[in-house]
């Protein structure tokens, strides 16, 4: 087993990048969005960079919609945006 960091892709820009650098939205088993900043929720997951410019192509072409197969509300963007801006 090594030792090399686990990888997965933005839904923004959908470049590979270390796990640790993004940013994970969750949709519960319940069907509730959530940001996960352990990464550990249980649920089906998608990953964001932490960039303003990935977050703009992620709201205008519904990238989160496109992952989790349903419309995501507009608040999960909301929070998106509040996240990069802490």
């Known amino acids: 087993m090594s030792n090399a960091p686990l990888t997965r892709r933005c839904c923004g ?5 270390p796990k640790r650098e993004l ?3 969750v949709r519960s088993p319940e069907g509730n969005f959530m940001l996960d900043k352990t990464g550990k929720q249980n ?3 998608a990953y964001l960079c932490q960039d303003a410019t990935c977050l703009q192509t992620l709201r205008k072409k519904r990238g ?3 992952s989790f ?4 509300p507009s608040e999960v963007y909301d929070a998106l945006e509040a996240q990069l801006h802490e």
């Open 43 to 45: 649920g089906r997951g």
């Open 13 to 17: 820009c959908y470049e590979m990048k």
């Open 64 to 66: 989160l919609d496109r």
């Open 23 to 25: 940013i994970r939205v």
């Open 69 to 72: 197969k349903c419309s995501v």
